[in-house]
């Protein structure tokens, strides 16, 4: 999931609002004003994210200094990423750098 972030922790948004909802939702408010609801569902289960099914897990989410999210047993998911299941849009649309690397390689 988190291919999609950026190199380094150097994100381009970052997450200002977390509020964990049922069924591996989480709403979010990113720091350029975009919010709404992400659904992790298909993700619930798999690999490290199997904890988010142990008592209540997955609504300890929290925001860090970074603007990322995590979750206790070192979870943690990138706001680059969530902001493109957020929003749908491509990766080249958020990080117009990234195109111009793609045509000139």
Known sequence: ???NCA???LFVVKITEVKPLENYRLFLRFDDGVSGVVDLSD???RGVLEAWNR???FKEVRITQLGALEWPAEIDLCPDAL???LTGKRLEEVFPALQQTVTHA
Request: aromatic share 14%; no cysteine; hydrophobic share 35%.
């Open 1 to 3: 999931f988190d291919r």
């Open 7 to 9: 190199s380094s922790r």
């Open 43 to 45: 993700l619930a289960g």
């Open 55 to 57: 008592n209540g897990i």
């Open 83 to 85: 902001y493109l299941r």
